[in-house]
């Protein structure tokens, strides 16, 4: 069962506009990762926060986390085409193991 | 793709057949993972190796088996593949712990269509 969910489905937004995903989770976590996968490409690892942090930055990517309310966030600021992708959210659940959500799909339009 | 590798990267199939796919690495991490992906689901592990001859199953093991003879190679075997194993596997590796401390790189994927 997923134990990440990503929200919106799908988001579609203007090059240079700001791009926000959500993903809340249901048990606690060691820590939350957050992925990128381009059309037809495997998954490339963005950012990770640990269940100690509440924000991390990695150049255009801001990253939160609220874990009383075991949600999390990213924003993607100033968005270019070539962040068009979907964008999964990932926690340990067990040893070893990452459970993924169902993703954000998101569309930067020109 | 990180020194990843699958193999095929395309496979056609038909139901009851066996077939076998296989991940490669060159980073010499311990950790290997197998997933699926597939509409609406995310990925979803099928097994894991912490080892070599070291897998456990993961929450979509049925049908699928895996072994691990060398730190580079991990391979997934469906033993008589049917029509509901159609779908994309990703291979992913880590340095350590899955999740816990360290990102996973993941292969380029196979896409498998069993007919």
């Known amino acids: 069962s997923q134990q990440g969910e990503e929200d919106p489905q799908a988001l579609s937004i203007q090059e240079g506009e700001n791009a926000t995903m959500n993903c809340s989770y249901k048990?606690?976590?060691?820590?939350l990762q957050w992925y990128r996968q381009n059309s037809g490409r495997g998954l490339v690892h963005l950012i990770l926060?640990?269940?100690?942090?509440r924000e991390k930055h990695s150049g255009r990517l801001r990253v939160t986390l609220d874990t009383s309310k075991k949600s999390s966030s990213l924003l993607i600021t100033a968005s270019r085409a070539a962040d068009t992708a979907s964008y999964f959210c990932?926690?340990?659940?067990?040893?070893?193991?990452?459970?993924f959500g169902a993703g954000t799909t998101v569309t930067v339009r020109a | 793709d990180a020194g990843i590798t699958q193999s095929p990267r395309h496979k056609v199939t038909e139901t009851g057949t066996p077939v076998t796919l296989r991940c490669h690495q060159t980073?010499?991490?311990?950790?290997m993972y197998w997933y699926r992906q597939d509409p609406g689901h995310g990925l979803r592990l099928i097994h894991y190796?912490?080892?070599?001859?070291?897998?456990d199953k993961g929450e979509v093991s049925d049908g699928y088996s895996v072994s691990r003879s060398k730190t580079e190679d991990f391979l997934l075997t469906l033993e008589s593949a049917t029509s509901s194993q159609t779908s994309v596997y990703f291979c992913?590796?880590?340095?350590?712990?899955?999740?816990?401390?360290?990102?996973?790189?993941f292969g380029p994927g196979t896409r498998l269509t069993v007919l």
């Open positions: 992913a590796i880590s340095e350590s712990r899955g999740g816990a401390y360290n990102e996973q790189f």
């Open positions: 048990t606690s976590i060691n820590n």
């Open positions: 926060i640990r269940s100690n942090e």
């Open positions: 990932a926690t340990d659940a067990k040893d070893y193991k990452l459970s």
């Open positions: 980073e010499n991490h311990r950790y």
């Open positions: 190796s912490y080892g070599v001859k070291d897998t």
